[in-house]
C-alpha cells in the first residue's frame, strides 16, 4: 500500500499517466512537469507562482493552528529537535597555548580575540571551564610577553660565556624595514645558529642606529660585546661602518650595559655570583686570546652579497663591451 499523496500543491496540476507528466493548471500556464514528485511541484509553484505559494504556506499554518485547537498534535508539535551536545577533550592550557599559536606562528593580530565570530567559538568553552580561563586581547598580549621573555632568559643562559659569531642584515618592504640578528657558535656537537631578534627600524639607516640596535638586542640576551669574535654583514657602507662603530667601543672595553649609577646592597649569594661572572669573563677573555691575540672584533663581508656584486660588476662591464660592438657594427 503505497503513501497518501498529501502534499497541497498537488491541487494545481494535473497528471497524465501515459506520458508521465504534470501540467501546471495556475492560471493557464501549461508548464509540463517530468513524473508526479510533491517536492518538484511545490518547486515550480514555489519559483513560478511565489503569491501562490506563499497563500497556500499560510492556509497550511491556520490549519495547523485549527488542529492544534480540536486537540490534534502535529508532527512538529510531537516531535522536539534537541541541539547535538558534543565532548571535546580540551584543556585550558590547551586553549591558551593554541591562541598564543594564532598570533605568533599564524601571524594573525590581537584583535582576532575580539571579533564577534571568535568569541561564539569560545564563549561557550570559557563558560563551560569558568573562571579558569580568560580569553582576550589585553591578556594574550601579557601572556606572549611573558613567554617570549622566558625564552630570552633560557636562551641567555645557553649563550652565557661562549664565544660568539653574529650575522646582521637589513630588509625593507613597502614602508618597513627591519634588521635581522642572528648569533653562531659551537655547542661542541657542532655549529648552531639562532635568530636573536628581527627589530623594526624605525630611523634613517645610519651605522650609528644600527650599532646602537645591535648593542641593544645584546643587552636583551646579557650578551657582553667582548663574547663578540666577528660580524658578518653585506657590503652596504652603513653596515661596514656600524662592524667599526662596534669594533671601537669592544677595543675601548665599553660595556653594553646599562648604567645606572644605583648603589645597591649586597648579599653574599650576590658577591658570590659577583665572582663567579669575573671568572667566566677572565675564561673567556683567554679564550678570545687564544684565537685572536690582542682581539678586536673582526668584520666578515657576506660572500653571497660579494660574489651577486662580482657578477653584477662583471655583467655592466659586458654590458658596456657589448654596445661598443653594435656602435661598431653600425
Known sequence: MGRNQ???????????AASNKSICQVGGCGAEIIGNHGGNLQRHIQRRHPDLFEKSLQDQQNQNKRSAA???NTLDSVIVKKPKQFQVALTPD???????ELVTV???PFSLMEDSGFRKITDPIQNAM???VTINSSNMRDRVSGIA??????FANELSGRLLMLKIDSATCRDRSVLGINVQYSDGKGVVLRTLAVRDLTERH???YISTVVMYVLRQYNISLQQVYSVTSDNGANMLKAVTLLSDIQERGESNEDTTGKETEQTGEDVEKAGEDVGNQEELTLQLNSVWPGHVLRSERCAAHTLQLAVDDALKEASNIIAKARHVAK
Open 106 to 108: 599564524n601571524g594573525r
Open 149 to 154: 621573555q622566558g625564552e630570552r632568559e633560557k
Open 70 to 72: 480540536d486537540g490534534q
Open 6 to 16: 498529501e502534499n497541497p500543491m498537488r491541487k494545481h496540476f494535473s497528471f497524465n
Open 94 to 100: 590547551t586553549l591558551k597555548v593554541a591562541c598564543v
Open 206 to 208: 645610519t651605522s650609528k
Open 130 to 132: 569558568g573562571k579558569s
